[in-house]
């Protein structure tokens, strides 16, 4: 049989075909397949197998994996992609100990973005997107979600969004967009959240109309919105059709872990601090923790999610960059992985459930990203690795060989 590109010799696959987001103690449990190989054809894959059968195929293009490690494309469920400037002088405020959300507090941080965000053309916010972009799908990311939440008044938020989707359509990578309206509070409403929740909501049903975000965000979280405030908003884009997420316990443990599972969010991201009552919550519903490590480490804390512990409850959870220019300023899931191992004692075999198959349900695309699958599409990562153990182990470097995206060869 003829294929376009034909993947063999490969020392081991992870194919991460499973059904549903994979819960608590099941992330441990990883199928390796030694000595396989994989055809792809018309962007999909149309067969998995041995090596020794693969030499039925004649293929376009055969790549010899040489015995590395293959997995499927990496899903990045939580950035904030689409943002002007960049925050260097702050690193000074942080060496000093002034707090992140103090740095807010005094107009910097999300705020100085928002004002880098408002001067930038759609073209500037365009190129620097899709640079980003080229630097994830280089470190074996194949879907990202993104968010917006730099602009803060209707038309900078509308400009993120559409720079976004039309990111996603110049770009090889699939991008999956959130509205985060409601990331902070600007200047012009510091007395009155409230009345600015209210303007961000009247952007509901043109964002639908427009089909600009599938999910509304909003950062719960001490000196930014309530638990109540953030409840009536969410509420509010649930009966718009939105699916929402939480940035819940981030810095302060508010609640927002126990009110993701309240509203049936799809995902409840960073739970830094989520407390007890939370955790158990979260592993008895639907919700998927998106644990955010390399934010942790970026902001200098001292203590990390209790991941480990949500994972032996039972929770679903995943692992992100939270890619962003305050808190977390890196493309590099990878690092992630490693912060994830050595921070929150994940086991290489959650790890990799977390930042593929569980992903992709934080982000509604289970059926379609974070597996090999016959008949899915072909997004596949072949790494310079010898085994799944060796990512999270070598920190720090990115190490990709190969990255195929709908069938063809991206990066090699
Ligand atoms: O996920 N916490 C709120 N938002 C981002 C940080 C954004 C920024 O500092 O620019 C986060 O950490
Ligand atoms: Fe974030």
Known sequence: MHVDLLITNIGQLLTMDKKGPVKGRDMNNLTVIEGAAVAVHNGKVEWIGSAEEATE?????????????????????????VFGGSREKEMALKQQGV???????????????VNSTRD???DDLLE????????????????????SGYGLDKETELKQLEVAKEAGNQHPLDIVSTFLGAHAIPPE???????FLAVMAEMFDEIKEKDLAEFVDIFTETGVFSVEQSRKYLLAAKEKGFD????ADEIDPLGGTELAVEVGAISG???????????????ASDTIGVILPGTSFYLGKDTYSPARKMVDAGAAISISTDFNPGSSVTENLQLIMSIAALKLKLSPEEIWHAVTVNAAHAIGRGAEAGTIAIGRKADIVLW???????????????HVNTVVKNGSVLYE
């Not at 409403?189 to 009345?195: I, S, V």
């Not at 929402?244 to 940035?247: C, E, G, L, Y």
């Not at 991201?269 to 592993?283: N, R, T, Y």
Request: no cysteine.
């Open 244 to 247: 929402v997420k939480i940035h």
């Open 120 to 122: 930038a053309s759609y």
């Open 269 to 283: 991201d960073h739970l830094a601090v989520a407390s007890d009552e939370g955790i158990k919550q979260l592993a």
């Open 99 to 113: 707090p992140y959300l103090e740095i807010l507090k005094q107009g910097g941080g999300i705020l100085s973005t």
């Open 128 to 147: 620097k997107a899709l640079f980003h972009l080229d630097r994830m799908a280089m470190h074996g990311i194949t879907t990202v979600e993104a968010k």
């Open 57 to 81: 195929f004649q293929a376009d293009r055969t790549v010899d994996a040489d015995g590395k490690l293959v997995t499927p494309g990496l899903v990045e469920p939580h950035t904030h992609l």
């Open 384 to 398: 310079d690795a010898p085994n799944y153990m060796y990512i999270p182990y070598h920190y720090g470097v990115n």
């Open 189 to 195: 409403y510091k007395e009155d959240p409230e009345a």
